[in-house]
């Protein structure tokens, strides 16, 4: 039997949604950072060989409008 998919709360921080650069990829990857820093790190790290996209900052589980 499956497991049922349910929505996952996410944590307050800073999040980038990573995909691979090959077409036939499974669903994208969220990555938490705690500081906008730490965020702009992580999409030059990751943009070098992966589709980035920056999701936004999370606070009390909702996504805060930049």
């Given at each position: 039997?499956a ?9 307050d921080?800073?999040?980038?949604e990573?995909k ?8 994208p990857?969220?990555?938490r950072?705690?500081?906008?820093d730490?965020?702009?790190?992580a ?5 070098k ?7 936004g ?7 805060v409008a930049?």
């Amino acid at each position: 039997m499956a497991r049922q998919s349910k929505k996952i709360a996410l944590k307050d921080g800073f999040y980038i949604e990573i995909k691979s650069n090959i077409a036939n990829h499974q669903s994208p990857i969220l990555v938490r950072r705690n500081s906008k820093d730490e965020i702009d790190l992580a999409i030059r790290q990751y943009g070098k060989t992966k589709n980035v996209r920056y999701y936004g900052e999370i606070r009390n589980t909702k996504l805060v409008a930049e």
